[in-house]
């Protein structure tokens, strides 16, 4: 008899920083834990991709530390 193994597919979260207001901070949509911008120690999530067009960040794809869920964040001020 064969043994069915469970298939964990990643989803990935994406959250618009426009739409957020406060600091910048926001729950993990998958566990809750507070992830903020000013947590440059990555004790709490940490930066897995940083995607640059004309010298601008556009996004920046994070993973929880607690739960390991994948964000995407967009919606980042141009400065320009």
């Known amino acids: 008899m ?3 193994n469970s298939i ?3 989803v990935l979260h ?3 920083l426009t739409a ?3 600091d910048g901070s926001f729950p993990c949509p998958n566990c809750g834990t ?3 911008p000013d947590d440059e120690s990555e004790e709490i ?3 897995v991709e ?3 067009l004309h010298g601008e960040l556009i996004e920046l794809v994070l993973s929880c530390n607690n739960c390991k869920t994948t964000v995407r964040l967009t919606g980042f ?3 320009i």
């Open 2 to 4: 064969m043994k069915r």
């Open 34 to 36: 507070v992830l903020s």
């Open 50 to 52: 940083t995607k640059i």
């Open 77 to 79: 001020v141009s400065t």
């Open 14 to 16: 994406t959250i618009d």
């Open 8 to 10: 964990k597919k990643e």
């Open 45 to 47: 999530y940490s930066i």
């Open 20 to 22: 957020i207001e406060g």
